[in-house]
């Protein structure tokens, strides 16, 4: 008995502005909601008891559609406007429609924020790691055993 595997291929464009051309690009699979989507990898640092803003761009066709910074852990999904979060922290979304981009800004960072998050607009989502470090201030002495 011989057992003949057929082999098809596909492509699908993933697009990205060329500031991503260096950036790891994945391509994902929620089983939850039989979706597949492709994203770009993005990470930035905060620290502790400081915030970071993060630019999300977006074509000229996505300038109507609800813009959303999501977090993966509990799948919270943040609109346009100012919101606490279940602890200090304060996420501020603003759209600039003229220059296509939205703009997410944490304050008030604790080390329970990092983890990943996503720009989302409809379809689209591109994923960003945020890590935390410690507060600066005054260093951290250790002594030799």
Known sequence: IYTILIIRT???PCHYDKQYKLHKKYWCYDAGSAFNYCTIQ???E???GGGVRIQCL???GYQSEQKQWCRSKDQWGYKVGRTHTS???AVQISDD???RSFSVEMSGL???DAGWYWCRIKDLQASVYLSISDARGFPKWRFPE
């Open 110 to 112: 604790k080390k329970s």
């Open 97 to 99: 429609k003229k220059n």
């Open 58 to 60: 977006y074509s000229a």
């Open 42 to 44: 993005a990470s930035v």
């Open 46 to 48: 905060g620290q502790e």
């Open 10 to 12: 596909i492509t699908i």
């Open 87 to 89: 602890g200090n922290s």
